[in-house]
């Protein structure tokens, strides 16, 4: 029998910024009732999936499909009217889906989770399935959710960057949220990311 032997590290440098913002994640559910200002609604969205260089991605994606698709269900920000806004990470524009407060409607989709419908807003993630299968075949999702965990992350670390709270939420009826957002069965639905301030 082979004996294994333990190598022991050096400890980590916590004074790292990125360790510091480790550290600080965190998933919150619970919210102030303050809003956020357009100015932290654009970062927070480039830091989920904007660009870097006018084709790279702040977060890595298979073959470069990028198949995913932001929506923000808007309920209180600064600048912005209630409503759902498709991100164009190409201009870094929002668009206008529809117009009004959706966030009852949402959370009902989400099997009424209370944070949902209680954030001043959602990110919500769901991709265009066939831009990655049409390459990878059925492996291809398995990509897509790949990408989807790295766009979570990215949103968790910044509402701590941002002094900002957030959960991910994967407990939804998939039709509902899809329905929600005027998409069709040529899409999946990933992630919804309820934000706020924190109590």
Known sequence: MIELSTVKLPSPDMNKL????????????????????????????????????????????????????????????????????????????????????YSRELARACLDQSWVRNAVLNIVLVARYEKTTGWYGERGFRYIYMEAGHIGQNIYLAAAEMGLGTVAVGAFNDDEVLGLLGLGEEYIALYVFPIGKPL
């Open 18 to 101: 990125l360790a510091h913002l480790l550290v600080k994640r965190k998933s919150i559910r619970k919210y102030g009732k303050d809003s956020v200002d357009l100015t932290t609604l654009s970062q927070l969205l480039w830091y989920t999936y904007g660009l870097i260089d006018g084709k790279r991605r702040v977060v890595p994606s298979a073959g470069a499909t990028y198949p995913v698709e932001v929506y923000v269900v808007v309920k209180n920000v600064v600048g912005l009217e209630p409503g759902i806004y498709k991100y164009n990470e190409y201009n870094h524009t929002l668009e206008l889906v529809k117009q009004g407060d």
